[in-house]
């Protein structure tokens, strides 16, 4: 049956009123677990120091009866550094927007919360990052060097804890590099070819066991999405356990929590800001934020119909003693 002639249809109107959801609904996640699990500290300079130091490896020690002592040089314990970086969102909100009846907060109120959330999603981002340290310079930005810096590749001048794939074949090593820390900065990573083969508890174990024999305990294991599907998928983990209480989830349902390595326990975190072919094996007490600069919202001076404010801060990667930690670098995505 077709309409009757002459009705006034939702089409003929005129005065309708907009259906428009009164929230807006965000897409923020907020997971930012390395930034939030280490201590901070307050630093005074833009170039931070301290000292990591290691026992000389154990030995036959033994010396005939009545014997006078020989001495050595002591071993020299390392001192290194790592730059503060100056970090920044900038707001320019014109004051006709700010008096604009909108959906959710005032405009500039929505933007500050904005701009903060995503200041320290950067901020892990770099914490995490496989950039080297820079001093900077006049026209160049200071940098802070990241975590997969710090952690160097087992031919570097000073040997480190990185674990290329084991796999034999095409599959196997790239051509991956992270050089040692020297003359007060650290290099970044360079990636090379990435592997075509996926990590396997072998090769967890081998960098856990990397950082166990330098003197450190890790307990965690972060890492990128694509690397946690390999490491759910790992089918030794079925057979090993972890003593939980009665209220603690389990560590193993169809994905890996938990990992149990001779080596030590392991709790295992996915970062959306780790790079995608790494994994970290990490003594997350050897770890840091020094902090120059807390962040805060800066007014800056209004110049014409409009308002300005900036969330600034500055911060740095404290690596305590990297060689407490390690790392899987170049693996399939």
């Known amino acids: 049956m077709s309409q009757v002639s002459g009705t006034t249809d939702s089409f003929d109107l005129g005065q309708l009123k907009e259906s428009l959801d009164p929230v807006i609904w965000d897409l923020f996640p907020m997971d930012t677990y390395f930034q939030n699990t280490i201590e901070k500290e307050n630093v005074t300079n833009t170039q931070h120091q301290w000292i990591y130091d290691a026992l000389q490896a154990a030995a036959n020690n033994k010396v005939e009866e009545g014997d006078d002592a020989t001495y050595s040089t002591l071993v020299t314990v390392t001192r290194v550094s790592n730059y503060t970086q100056i970090s920044r969102k900038a707001i320019l909100l014109s004051d006709t927007t700010s008096a604009l009846n909108v959906v959710g907060q005032n405009p500039m109120g929505r933007a500050i919360m904005k701009s903060m959330k995503e200041y320290k999603r950067d901020v892990e981002f770099d914490l995490l990052g496989k950039q080297g340290s820079s001093a900077g310079a006049t026209g160049t930005a200071r940098a802070s060097g990241g975590v997969q810096a710090w952690i160097a590749g087992i031919n570097a001048a000073i040997p480190g804890n990185t674990v290329m794939p084991s796999t034999g074949g095409t599959g196997g090593n ?6 040692s820390y020297a003359s007060s900065v650290v290099s970044g990573q360079v990636d090379g070819t990435t592997s075509t083969s996926s990590v396997v508890l072998a090769d967890i174990t081998s960098a856990a066991e990397l950082a166990w024999t330098d ?10 999405s694509a690397q946690k599907k390999y490491i759910d998928a790992l089918s030794s983990l079925a057979t090993r356990t972890v003593e939980v209480g009665r209220t603690d989830p389990l560590p193993i349902s169809n994905t890996a929590n938990v990992i149990v390595t001779a080596f030590g326990t392991f709790k295992v975190i996915m970062s959306r800001y780790l790079h995608r072919t790494s994994t970290l094996v990490l003594s997350m007490d050897k770890w840091a934020m020094g902090q120059l600069r807390a962040p805060k919202v800066v007014e800056l001076a209004k110049t014409g119909d409009a308002t300005k404010k900036m969330i600034i801060g500055e911060y740095t990667l404290i690596a305590r003693n990297p060689n407490a930690s390690a790392k899987l670098q170049g693996f399939k995505e």
């Not at 790239?174 to 050089?179: Q, R």
């Not at 003197?215 to 990128?224: A, H």
Request: glycine share 18%.
């Open 215 to 224: 003197g450190g305990e890790p307990d965690v294991i972060l890492c990128s």
């Open 174 to 179: 790239t051509t991956g590099t992270t050089p």
